[in-house]
Nanobody, 118 residues
């Protein structure tokens, strides 16, 4: 049974930091590209950051570049998103995504709420 379980969301003030984690099970983690997406109220889900299967390459949305860092630990089947200098507009539900190298398998977590508010 495939599972992606996110944790680490919460309420934080502008300028603060949060670290999201996603624990994966039920598939060969090291064969999957891992990504974080987010969806704010009334908006479409958007890609925030991604990391290749071996962790060699990362990509970031322009809106978070320089503030967020994605990383993975293939020994522990986890992927993390370190979020610094959070802004009000970072408020969203953040989702962990796993996509197979060939792109034919796609898994999602249940999401974790991040709220940036003063």
């Amino acid at each position: 049974q495939v599972q992606l379980v996110e944790s680490g969301g919460g309420l934080v003030q502008p300028g603060g930091s949060l670290r999201l984690s996603c624990a994966a099970s039920g598939f060969t983690f090291s064969n999957y590209r891992m990504s974080w997406y987010r969806q704010a109220p009334g908006k479409e889900r958007e890609l925030v950051a991604a990391i290749t299967s071996a962790g060699a390459v990362t990509m970031y949305a322009d809106s978070i570049k320089g503030r967020f860092t994605i990383s993975r630990d293939n020994a522990k089947n986890t992927v993390a998103l370190q979020m610094n200098s959070l802004k009000l507009e970072d408020t969203a539900v953040y989702y962990c995504n796993a996509r197979s190298i060939l792109g034919h398998l796609d898994y999602w977590g249940q999401g974790t709420q991040v709220t940036v508010s003063s």
